[in-house]
Nanobody, 115 residues
Framework: QVLLVESGGGLVQAGGSLRLSCEAS????????INWYRQSPGKQRELVAS???????NYAASVKGRFTISRDNAKNTVSLQMNSLKPEDTAVYYC?????????WGKGTLVTVSS
């Protein structure tokens, strides 16, 4: 059974920081690109950050310079360090593991940034 479990969400004031984690099980983690997506009420799900199995990263323009994605293949985990948070970062954040065959999703963790 494949599981992606996100953690670390919560309520934070604008300008604060949170660190999200995604722990995967049931997959050969190192063969997957790991993505963080987010979705706010009434908006489409958007890609926030990606990290390849080789460690190459990519960020949405709205979070570049504030968010950092990293992975630990030995622990099957990916983290998203979020700094200088803004109210517009409020969303449910989802972990996604994707390779040429499979596409798996976690259930999400809620991040709320108060102004």
């Amino acid at each position: 059974q494949v599981l992606l479990v996100e953690s670390g969400g919560g309520l934070v004031q604008a300008g604060g920081s949170l660190r999200l984690s995604c722990e995967a099980s049931g997959i050969t983690f190192s063969t997957f690109v790991i993505n963080w997506y987010r979705q706010s009420p009434g908006k489409q799900r958007e890609l926030v950050a990606s990290i390849t199995n080789g460690g190459d990263t990519n960020y949405a323009a709205s979070v570049k310079g504030r968010f950092t994605i990293s992975r630990d293949n030995a622990k099957n985990t990916v983290s998203l360090q979020m700094n200088s948070l803004k109210p517009e970062d409020t969303a449910v954040y989802y972990c996604n593991a994707k390779n040429w065959i499979h596409d798996y999703w976690g259930k999400g963790t809620l991040v709320t940034v108060s102004s």
